[in-house]
């Protein structure tokens, strides 16, 4: 996109928003239940949206994301709960009369549409001139950097250009509220990356609150400035892309946000403060959050760039040292990454030194980057 035409764009917008402005609103959700048939899939929901925010909806397959996603825009009906826009429930309104708009996964625009009868369609169903549909599609195309493609069928564009027209029809009504159900997840790689930006920088500029559902974690972090982990519906955490990364409130969280690697251990109280003890190795908390928790059987969970490869008799110098033994290794590039054999599990490790198969060794983890829970909450997630 040229900054030129971007700047130029958003000035032709500017302009014919001055009777309507843009501007993000406020959604409150609360006791929402939804069901498909007998199962109910939404249990109970509670969030708020702030004006402006850039919030992902993020979990794995089947969690409600989308359904939830779904529910605020009008297209899946509510068993129960209110949706509050601006203080005003639309819980029971259909999708027009929300203020929201909807970009798709699949893009959904009209094969037998040009550009501008796309991005303009909204615009038709309320009522606007050809005159006025016609400036602000091409505001809009500025904006979008796509300037005199109004005639062009979008069977004829890339894919880049068919996300960045479906943004355009999404935005063209002026929405308060900008929906996004995974629309990134058909595009390339490197073209994937660069709508990332794009789509952010366009709702920071314009002051949408934006609602964005993925399973990609790297985009979510990258997107959003909240996150709302759900697990089989219901909220498991919200928080910041820090916040939720760093400090998981649960063991399922832990596991989604890729601290896959799993090692038993158990805590344990004295006088003198709370020790680690994991495969034979042991280590003091009194440095780690970790500490806060009751002595007993738990589980530890880590990721693969955590932990390092060292002698198995290595000094513990404050860290776990788990003595373990090479079962597998692959060179992905740059690094090797192992299987190691550690406590009764397999571990997975990436370290730049080559070791042979079957070699003894120790894997150091650092006490301060464990995410430690109980056993019996542990076992949910495992």
């Known amino acids: ?109 009209w094969p037998h549409m040009t550009v501008l009868q796309n991005i303009g369609y909204g615009l038709k169903l309320r009522g606007a001139s050809s005159a006025e549909i016609a400036t602000k599609v091409a505001a809009m195309l500025e904006f979008l950097g796509l300037p005199g493609y109004e005639s062009r069928k979008v069977t004829a564009l890339s894919g880049g250009q068919r996300q960045r027209v479906a943004l355009g029809r999404a935005l063209a009504i002026d929405p308060g509220i900008l929906l996004l159900d995974e ?52 909220i498991a955490q919200v928080g910041t892309p820090e916040e939720v990364y760093d400090r998981p409130a649960t063991a399922f969280v832990a596991n989604f946000m890729g601290a896959e690697n799993v090692l038993p251990v158990r805590v344990e109280r004295s006088g003198q403060g709370a020790s680690l003890h994991a495969g034979g190795a042991s280590a003091s908390l009194a440095a780690s959050p970790s500490a806060a928790f009751p002595a007993g059987e738990a589980v530890a969970y880590f990721r693969d760039d955590v932990a390092r490869l060292d002698a198995v008799d290595a000094p513990a110098s404050g860290d776990l040292v788990v003595p373990g033994l090479i079962a597998a290794r692959a060179y992905p590039g740059g690094v090797y990454r192992y299987r190691v054999e550690a406590a009764g599990r397999e571990i997975t490790v990436d370290d730049a030194t080559r070791h042979e198969l079957g070699t003894k060794v120790g894997l150091r983890i650092p006490v301060q980057r464990l995410h430690i829970f109980p056993a019996t909450e542990a076992g949910i997630a495992a």
Do not use: W
Request: glycine content about 12%; aromatic content about 4%.
């Open 1 to 109: 996109m040229l900054e030129q035409d971007r700047d130029k764009g958003e000035g032709l917008l500017q302009a014919g928003l001055q009777d309507n402005p843009r501007s993000g609103a406020a959604i409150s959700v609360r006791g929402l239940h939804v069901a498909y048939g007998g199962t109910r899939v939404l249990h109970g929901v509670d969030l708020d949206f702030t004006p402006g925010s850039f919030t992902a909806l993020l979990g794995s397959s089947g969690c409600g994301k989308t359904t939830l996603l779904r529910s605020l825009s009008g297209f899946v009906p509510v068993q129960s709960g209110s949706i509050l826009v601006g203080g005003r429930d639309v819980a029971s309104l259909p999708p027009e009369k929300r203020g929201m708009a909807m970009v798709f996964q699949s893009y959904a625009l």
């Open 183 to 234: 629309p990134l997840s058909n595009l390339d790689a490197k073209i994937r990356m660069t709508m990332r930006h794009e789509i952010r920088a366009i709702q920071q500029r314009l002051g949408l609150t934006a609602v964005h559902v993925t399973h990609d974690r790297e985009e979510a972090m990258t997107m959003a400035d909240r996150l709302v982990i759900m697990q089989a519906g219901r």
